[in-house]
């Protein structure tokens, strides 16, 4: 079966790197880390995170909508909105019936969790709030935006660990394809800079304790790398039937041209030694977009700064790209934002392929000669003609989703 074509026409993202795409954007190309000390740590063995700056929330939600939701709702709804006014269209004239929304979550409402149980056991049931359920319900950053948006579709919540924003985008594409939709503002979401994630983290070794300079302690790829750091955000694309966005005079940022997803079936937080069934995944998302892998020019890695994963990871780049395309990781610069980071470095491939322009891979000063070598971008953006990109997510449990985009000829 031959599938429709399908662009991204609009983007919105809150990162450590700041609270708009183009802000974000900027931010990755400069090459410098965000992660910082963070005072909701302090005291734990790793006290410092990657948060997003100066987000206020009220500015994207009213009130109502305020007391019921978790931080990782707000920054998906506002993430939504800009995602929309960036796609040139108007929630108060489309048909609502014809908009679907898949938000993808690792962590959902885990933040607003934590505050309620230390609250309980401090002072009694009477001081967890009533609005707690929909606070942590895995399904309610979807759900908020849906009712944010008047998007009265398909309104699905994603979980698949660290592949959850990606994923959450492939099952948009496959919406639009089967005609389910019109549109989709598919992404991801979490803020999962919380104590007891830190000390758990912590505990399982792998998390950076670089506590003496948090700006240096992320560093996919780099040989003195010792783990990632946990960070926060949320991204959003809409997409559409190329067609359809043409015929309404829309200007594409980008071409979803194929996706996959596997599983590992194989442990609950190793991956695949080899990457093998990842490897599925990234082959089948090229055949889908009629691409071989010698058309990469750019991969966007998963790159998580941990000794096992980007070794394996830098493995199958190395197996399935012998033509050595230009990787970089943006955890360098955001840490890992967990369920959002697969949405993240999707929205940061399209404008790769937009500007013609690759990000570095933040701290990466000398690169583990135990890595395959690669050509990984370093110290500053590499102006590149990209005419194909593909992006990695992956995730505990073995989720593997992988997201291959084209170069737009309309943007």
């Known amino acids: 079966m031959t599938r429709a074509a399908v662009s991204v026409t609009g983007l919105g993202m809150l990162t450590p790197a700041g609270t708009a795409a183009e802000a974000t954007w900027r931010g990755v190309l400069a090459g410098t880390s965000t992660a910082a000390p963070d005072p909701a740590l302090a005291g734990l063995p790793v006290d410092f995170s990657c948060r997003v700056p100066d987000f206020r929330p009220e500015t994207h939600l009213g009130d109502r909508a305020l007391w019921r939701t978790d931080r990782c709702t707000q920054l998906a709804v506002a993430a939504a909105r800009e995602a929309v006014r960036d796609a040139d269209l108007d929630p108060t004239t489309w048909d609502g019936t014809r908009v ?133 955000g949320a991204a959003v694309l809409v997409l559409e039937r190329t067609a359809d966005a043409l015929r309404r005079g829309a200007t594409p940022r980008a071409t979803l041209a194929g996706c996959a997803s596997t599983c590992d079936a194989l442990h609950v937080t190793a991956p695949h030694p080899e990457h093998r069934v990842a490897e599925a995944a990234l082959t089948t998302a090229l055949q889908e977009g009629g691409l071989a892998p010698h058309d990469i020019d750019h991969i966007n890695a998963h790159g998580t700064a941990t000794l096992r994963g980007d070794a394996i ?99």
């Open 313 to 411: 990871e830098g493995l199958l780049i190395a197996r399935v790209f012998p033509h050595a395309p230009a990787v970089t990781s943006p955890k360098g610069a955001l840490g890992h934002t967990f369920g959002a980071s697969g949405a993240i470095e999707a929205a940061l491939t399209v404008l790769t392929l937009q500007h013609q322009l690759i990000p570095p891979t933040a701290n990466l000063d000398a690169v583990d000669p135990d890595i395959p070598p690669l050509d990984l971008v370093t110290k500053t953006a590499r102006e590149q003609r990209v005419d194909a990109a593909v992006s990695h997510a992956f995730g505990f449990g073995g989720h593997n989703t992988v997201l291959a985009f084209r170069r737009s000829p309309e943007s």
């Open 100 to 232: 679907a929304v898949i938000i993808g979550t690792c962590w959902s409402g885990r933040r607003s969790g934590e505050d309620a149980h230390h609250d309980l056991l401090r002072e009694g049931p009477d001081t967890v709030p009533p609005t707690l359920v929909p606070k942590v319900l895995f399904n309610m950053p979807a759900a908020e935006v849906s009712m944010a948006l008047e998007a009265r579709g398909a309104s699905l919540g994603v979980s698949s660990a660290c592949a959850s924003g990606a994923h959450a985008i492939a099952l948009g594409r496959d919406l639009l394809a089967s005609g389910a939709c019109d549109v989709a503002i598919t992404g991801g979401t979490d803020s999962a800079t919380t104590p007891l994630l830190a000390s758990a983290f912590h505990r399982m070794g792998a998390l950076s304790r670089r506590r003496d300079d948090p700006a240096a302690a992320s560093r996919p790829f780099d040989a003195g790398r010792d783990g990632f750091v946990l960070g926060e």
